[in-house]
């Protein structure tokens, strides 16, 4: 990595405190997945500066980024100022124009980079802004794919319990987090949920490869019951984030596959965050040999510096389409392909190429799994998993059981203890509750992230989690 991390020095202090902004964003800005207590407590945190994987907010005070943003800032807070020059350039050059019927030399040669960087045979790209859009193209282009053979019957999609794909309405159908979708069904008709790949609390004694037959019976089972002639895609992350940083068990990509094979259905990867090297390949798929027919993607094709994401998929899915009836496929977006957004996710991706950040990931993830090992010695922690630049804690109060048994309900903790905790260590990551009610905490770093940060981040860890353990226990 030629990219030096300097973590010593304090960011100028900006006119405006965190407390001054902070108050204002209570008054007017709407901030996701936001408790409302958080609009009348304390104004909450403002970031203005990020270096290497650190950030600052206003105050000056210093904060060690474990969660690359929200899994997306994959090369890190130090290349902004070249990202943002080959933005100028672009938006000097052409700051916008469509992709409706035209195209442009950021949005070409962005899609032939990443038909090369894909898997074999995915070599057709529409561009979106982001994730949720990416999700919803591929439902759309996957329905139209079944229109135009004839099989109209073909409407029902099948995800995994607990999986998060997005918030708009065909995204948020295919989540399988209750919590999440209950408030705004009914949603779309057919999505149907199976069971996800978390090994921790399965039957004692059970082997890798008995539970990998119990997930693929699960899922042939409901393509039978359902009607194999009914059932129009898969979707599945290769690496389930929502949950824990779920990891597949042996087979059980190939098994998906077949059943696929077998029934004619359209499988999609969900590499929103497994892709742009998070598992150390430029997609997920490739280390899991998913052999998917439509890959989604967003966040670190641009390392989140503008918003933009997209969909790769196979030539004969996109020709049946323009074969079909329509005449073309029935999907746009006015953002989508822009000019300016993909202009930065080439320089994103040349930077990720001459800085061997996937290089990083693979030498350390060994290291890093080892460090996180280190923290089942602490009474909370129950579970390590995860892989790459990708891991979870589950914490319990019961190991023998693997529940959380403490007096204090785990939403609580969570929120009046884990959270704060964490946050007054400057650790940013993911706390919350999983589907099976108990403590999650989530790392997902920059992939720039160095040992020493590693080494940094398990020690305050441990600090924290010991501190709490105390209080609970």
Same mark, same amino acid.
């Given at each position: 990595m030629t990219n030096t991390i300097t973590t010593s020095r304090t960011p100028d202090r900006t006119d405006e405190s965190t407390t001054d902004l902070g108050r204002l964003a209570q008054r007017h800005l709407v901030m996701s997945f936001t408790p409302g207590s958080a609009y009348t407590g304390a104004p909450p945190p403002v970031m203005v500066r990020g270096e290497g994987s650190r950030l600052w907010d206003a105050d000056g005070h210093e904060y060690l980024d474990a969660l690359a943003g929200l899994f997306c800032v994959n090369v890190g807070y130090s290349f902004g100022a070249e990202i943002g020059d080959a933005v100028r350039d672009q938006m000097a050059e052409l700051p916008y124009y469509t992709n409706w019927g035209v195209a442009h030399p950021p949005a070409v040669r962005l899609a032939a980079k990443i038909a090369e960087l894909a898997p074999p045979g995915l070599d057709r790209v529409y561009f979106t802004s982001g994730g949720g859009e990416s999700n919803e193209a591929a439902i759309k282009l996957i329905r139209q794919y079944h229109q135009a053979r004839g099989e109209h019957s073909r409407i029902k999609f099948i995800s995994r319990r607990a999986a998060?794909?997005?918030?708009?309405?065909?995204?948020?159908?295919?989540?399988?987090?209750?919590?999440?979708?209950?408030?705004?069904?009914?949603?779309?008709?057919?999505? +149907?949920?199976?069971?996800?790949?978390? +090994?921790?609390?399965?039957?004692?004694g059970e082997s890798e490869q008995q539970f990998t037959a119990a997930l693929l019976n699960e899922i042939e089972t409901l393509v039978v019951q359902e009607g194999p002639d009914t059932v129009a895609g898969i979707f599945l992350e290769p690496m389930q984030n929502a949950g824990g940083s779920l990891v597949p068990p042996a087979g059980f990509h190939e098994g998906v596959r077949e059943i696929c094979d077998r029934h004619g259905i359209v499988l999609v990867a969900d590499e929103v965050i497994c892709g742009f090297g998070r598992l150390g390949e430029w997609f997920g798929s490739t280390r899991f040999d998913v052999r998917p027919d439509v890959i989604t993607f967003a966040k670190g094709v641009s390392s989140a510096h503008v918003p933009l994401g997209g969909m790769i998929t196979r030539s004969e899915i996109l020709d049946a389409v323009n074969d079909g009836p329509d005449g073309m496929y029935l999907h746009g977006l006015t953002f989508g392909g822009h000019p300016a957004a993909c202009a930065a996710g080439l320089a994103n991706i040349a930077i990720m190429e001459r800085e061997d950040v996937l290089g990083n990931v693979r030498r350390n993830e060994a290291y890093f799994r080892a460090q996180l090992d280190t923290l089942l010695d602490q009474r909370l922690v129950g579970d390590v998993r995860g892989l790459g630049y990708h891991y979870s804690l589950e914490l319990v109060t019961d190991t023998d059981r693997r529940t959380w048994a403490a007096q204090l309900p785990a939403g609580d903790f969570v929120h009046s203890m884990l959270q704060p905790a964490l946050m007054a260590a400057g650790i940013l990551c993911r706390a919350a509750v999983d589907h099976e009610g108990t403590p999650l905490v989530q790392f997902s770093p920059p992939l720039v992230f160095t040992r020493a940060d590693i080494d940094e981040l398990v020690g305050r860890v441990g600090r924290v989690l010991g501190e709490l353990a105390d209080r609970v226990l």
């Amino acid at each position: 990595m030629t990219n030096t991390i300097t973590t010593s020095r304090t960011p100028d202090r900006t006119d405006e405190s965190t407390t001054d902004l902070g108050r204002l964003a209570q008054r007017h800005l709407v901030m996701s997945f936001t408790p409302g207590s958080a609009y009348t407590g304390a104004p909450p945190p403002v970031m203005v500066r990020g270096e290497g994987s650190r950030l600052w907010d206003a105050d000056g005070h210093e904060y060690l980024d474990a969660l690359a943003g929200l899994f997306c800032v994959n090369v890190g807070y130090s290349f902004g100022a070249e990202i943002g020059d080959a933005v100028r350039d672009q938006m000097a050059e052409l700051p916008y124009y469509t992709n409706w019927g035209v195209a442009h030399p950021p949005a070409v040669r962005l899609a032939a980079k990443i038909a090369e960087l894909a898997p074999p045979g995915l070599d057709r790209v529409y561009f979106t802004s982001g994730g949720g859009e990416s999700n919803e193209a591929a439902i759309k282009l996957i329905r139209q794919y079944h229109q135009a053979r004839g099989e109209h019957s073909r409407i029902k999609f099948i995800s995994r319990r607990a999986a998060y794909h997005g918030t708009s309405f065909g995204a948020l159908s295919l989540n399988g987090m209750t919590n999440l979708r209950k408030q705004f069904e009914p949603l779309m008709y057919g999505s +149907r949920h199976v069971t996800n790949s978390k +090994r921790y609390r399965r039957p004692a004694g059970e082997s890798e490869q008995q539970f990998t037959a119990a997930l693929l019976n699960e899922i042939e089972t409901l393509v039978v019951q359902e009607g194999p002639d009914t059932v129009a895609g898969i979707f599945l992350e290769p690496m389930q984030n929502a949950g824990g940083s779920l990891v597949p068990p042996a087979g059980f990509h190939e098994g998906v596959r077949e059943i696929c094979d077998r029934h004619g259905i359209v499988l999609v990867a969900d590499e929103v965050i497994c892709g742009f090297g998070r598992l150390g390949e430029w997609f997920g798929s490739t280390r899991f040999d998913v052999r998917p027919d439509v890959i989604t993607f967003a966040k670190g094709v641009s390392s989140a510096h503008v918003p933009l994401g997209g969909m790769i998929t196979r030539s004969e899915i996109l020709d049946a389409v323009n074969d079909g009836p329509d005449g073309m496929y029935l999907h746009g977006l006015t953002f989508g392909g822009h000019p300016a957004a993909c202009a930065a996710g080439l320089a994103n991706i040349a930077i990720m190429e001459r800085e061997d950040v996937l290089g990083n990931v693979r030498r350390n993830e060994a290291y890093f799994r080892a460090q996180l090992d280190t923290l089942l010695d602490q009474r909370l922690v129950g579970d390590v998993r995860g892989l790459g630049y990708h891991y979870s804690l589950e914490l319990v109060t019961d190991t023998d059981r693997r529940t959380w048994a403490a007096q204090l309900p785990a939403g609580d903790f969570v929120h009046s203890m884990l959270q704060p905790a964490l946050m007054a260590a400057g650790i940013l990551c993911r706390a919350a509750v999983d589907h099976e009610g108990t403590p999650l905490v989530q790392f997902s770093p920059p992939l720039v992230f160095t040992r020493a940060d590693i080494d940094e981040l398990v020690g305050r860890v441990g600090r924290v989690l010991g501190e709490l353990a105390d209080r609970v226990l």
